[in-house]
């Protein structure tokens, strides 16, 4: 079982992925060249039905035809060349969320996922991110949001989002919002690029 794995929580799943397989994961890595045997941990988080589990096969090159809601966690662990990259991708649903907070430990980015085109919870996922800002443990680390569903016409451009949930607030650390589709692929390379900037700028 993973870190304070509750039962009921789906395994925590580890892969080891070819270069062939995963050109998005493995693009990251190879800007990490400048600190050998980097391990970076990511934390990927937000409300249910947001899209991070498509995000995350996005990311890792896989089929995201069939998506079933997160009950527990994912884990993605990729090593390629001397580098580590875990990414914990946390069930949103209202009952998990308590249990968020056993995996802030370590955390070097943390990226939360919105659903753009679900106006209705826009307040409840500003109140999450909200807090999350707050906890203890994830003080000064940067914050990548993905505005994703971007593909679909009701969605809610990311500046919008930004001025709705007055991230121009945030003074305690570097944070971007980056419009993105986690079906198509659209943003979430140029979100990642930001990631691999702020990695490299907070472990120096």
Not at 32 to 43: G, N
Request: one cysteine or more.
């Amino acid at each position: 079982m993973g870190p304070s794995q509750k039962r009921g929580e789906g395994p925590a799943t580890v892969f080891e992925i070819t270069p062939a397989a995963s050109r998005g994961l493995l693009s990251i890595l190879r800007k990490l060249k400048s600190a050998p045997d980097q391990e970076v941990r990511i934390l990927l988080l937000g409300l249910d039905n947001a899209g991070k589990t498509t995000l995350l096969k996005q990311l890792a090159s896989e089929d995201i035809s069939h998506i079933t809601p997160t009950q527990g966690f994912n884990i993605k662990s990729v090593q390629s060349q001397g580098f580590k990259l875990n990414v914990w991708d946390i069930g949103g649903q209202r009952k998990i969320r308590p249990y968020w907070r056993n995996y802030f430990e370590n955390t070097d980015i943390l990226i939360y996922v919105i659903d753009s085109a679900d106006r209705k919870r826009f307040e409840e996922t500003g109140q999450e991110l909200a807090e999350l800002l707050e906890e203890e443990k994830l003080s000064c680390v940067p914050v990548l949001i993905f505005a994703n569903k971007q593909d679909l016409l009701t969605a809610a451009p990311a500046s919008e989002i930004a001025e709705g949930l007055n991230l121009h607030t945030i003074r305690d650390r570097v944070w971007q919002i980056q419009s993105c589709s986690a079906l198509t692929g659209e943003g979430v390379q140029d979100g990642m690029n930001w990631v691999c900037k702020n990695v490299n700028a907070k472990k120096k």
